[in-house]
């Protein structure tokens, strides 16, 4: 069952929005995708703060927003908490009085506090204290609410990178504890990985893909979650029939083994499946393309190197290789790949 | 970031249309300045509130070579200003009490009357509440007089005198007018336009105010034994005034003057 | 606060200099005031009759139009402050007009709204209820004229509290009525007391629409400005003593809303 679906529409200038987002019932889920993607206009959605054109928004399968049928249930009564990048916490409240404003004045605030390793700061007011333990004291807040779910804005991208890590984790355990559905949106892909039981990639106001991050990885359906997989990828024709076949990208055909599918598919190739070489090869290779090194970079003992071969193209080679290949920008090279390295799918 | 299309950021509109009146209102202001600029310099007569029709029309007619500019205000408010300073040439009052004391202190020369005017009272014409003086004392009326400080108000204070003196009239009356009075305004000119307003039933105001709101207030005559002789005179300033000063206050004074004033109900 | 002329004093003597002027021109005549009376004997005139009325008339009338400015003033200032809709900038100008224009046509418009005879006031009359010549008309005339300046500061206030905290109460189960109070109004709180001291302040100095709409009664109606100009020729030194008492007053109440402004700074959030 879904705890959480939402089906939206809003234009705004510059920028349309059309998405489609299922929580299921107890699980975390990573709303990941670039910067200006949408995702915390989508978010903004859920909670209701702002109102799309068309769509509906169901909790426990309690609407809270149906444009068909004028249903607008306003953000108090919607059960759903939204930690804001930096935590919005109340300025002119301590951190106390900031946990009681979720709990309504209940006593549940200063067990919520101790169950975040909070007491010690009660009294304290949000700018005396770090901003690791700002986010402790907003994720406590939210959760003194009794959020039917919970919603977590970049909830990292306000913390410098050595406490990152560490309050990261801290959240996560909570979150384990508190087994309330959360939304948590990000773009880093660590943040993704580390609190996404299932990740939703959005792309340019839409969700592209929904699923593990190991399903992502290996078959993703979008350039974004492709380049933090860190592989190729392109949208291609495949022609018709069985087993090797040639799937097209612009002017360049690549030949690829694939059963029971055609027409439009994406392809994903991990760049270590290149092969570079200074002359035309004369091996098994069922691909063979002439290409100009655009640049290269160097991770550790490997080296990236992007390519123009008709289409943008990358390979990863070893530094010794990089080195005796003599590889330049500018460079001509011959870039082989079997048929078998192609990941073909719909 | 959350957006919100209902929420509100600065208006840009609102901006464009402030920069506009600034601008507007500094062509305006330099327009005046240099309007004022080109002319010669006007001989300024300052003019107690209730002469400002006379002396409008006695100003267009003596004008001759100089330009005479007006400054109107009650008696009190331009006695103190020409105590201060102010580049006044003539100067005509309604009460000899400030006239008096401006010409022992020497700011003026030796004052001479320029007319005279009785108090009358005034009643909007769509109510009918007053018609005699001893309407003025009937529960719920309200009357207006000038601030004792003008000379309106004190000819006023001084027609309730002579009602509570009146064994016709006496006491009692007085003192339910005195309770019926709502304010006292800064000067004449004020109580009668309030009473053309409708605001107030009725007002003590002199008879030569009356022409300028004919047709929205209705005059009612204070009888002769309860009336006061409003005064007016006129001087020229020590020091400042020049020949042109002298020969306004001749004018005035002249036969062609006191047509004029007569022609606006004052008396001589 | 960034304060870009900390810690780099030159330019300060010329710029103190060139300010000379202005506060001189505003401080002398103020001083003549206030040292033309010899205290003892103002002093004295202060308790007079007519003084005393007119003070006590005049902290009761500006108190009363002070809160009233604030009740009226609040939604308005918030309504500009975080939303857009058709009419906002008609508004937005409608609020400062009291501002612009002369305070005799506001208490001029005043009586030909409320008036016996004007839109509102004639349907007023058969009610028993009349305003001109009434301390509630001392009052109207206070609010018109002294509003703007509590909407404008309360406005800069409410800019100036982050949205998000309230978004953040709303996702908390606070309706926008507890958000208001416990997150917008706490954190515009300095910038709404001392639009409340400045919106007093003008009220107490109120003359033209005063006069106007609520004339000049003793008692009644007679505020401290208007006795001011009623006893001038009467009883110059009292007129002197109301003076310098007006003066007395509007320091107070200037010197509060920088004191409370620099506190709330200092301590608040």
Known sequence: MNVLSVEAALALPGFALDATLEAHAGERMALFGPSGAGKSTLLSLIAGLSAPDRGIVTLDGRPLCDTARGVDVPPSRRRIALMFQDGALFPHLTVRENVAYGARGGSGAMEWLERLGLAALAARRPREISGGERQRVALARALASKPAALLLDEPFGALDVTTRGAVRHELRAFLEEARVPTVIVT????????????????????????????????APRGPFAAGLAGLNFWNARLDPGRGLRAARVGAVEFHVLADDLEGEVYLALDPEEVTLAREAPHGSARNVLEATVRDLLVLGSRVRVRLDAGVPLSAEVTRQAAEALFLAPGQRVWASIKATAFRVYA | MIADGRQAGPDRRTRRARHIVWLAASCLFVAAVAGEACAARPITVAGAASLTDAFEELGRHASGQTRVEFSFAGSQTLRTQLEHGAGFDVIALADSTPMNALARAKLIDAPQELARSRMVLVAPVRTRAVRSIADLGRPGVRVLLAVSAAPAGRYADRVLANIGADRALGENLRRAIEANVVSREADVRAVLAKVALGEADAGIVYATDVEGAKGRVRVVEIPDRLNVDATYWIATVRGNAGPEAAAFVRFALGPEGRAILARHGFRH | MSDPGRGRREGLAPLLAASLPLALFTALPLLALALRPDPAHWLAQLGSEAARRALALTLITSTV???????????????????RFRGRAALDVLVDLPIAIPPVVAGLALLLAFGREGWFGRFLAPAGVRLPFTTAAVVLAQVTIAAPFFVRAARAGFESVDVRLEQAAWTLGAGRWRAFWTVAVPLARPSLIAGALLAWARALSEFGATMMFAGNLPGKTQTLALAVMSLMESDIDTALAVSALSLLLALVALTAARLVARSWRGTGP
């Not at chain 1, 299932?198 to 839409?206: P, W």
């Open chain 1, 187 to 218: 773009h880093d892909p660590l943040d993704a990985r580390v609190f996404g039981e299932r990740v939703a990639v959005m792309e340019a106001g839409r969700i592209v893909q929904t699923g593990t991050w190991s399903e992502i990885e290996a």
């Open chain 3, 65 to 83: 139009s002070t809160l009233l400015c604030i009740a009226l003033g609040l939604p308005v200032a918030y309504l500009l402050a975080r939303y």
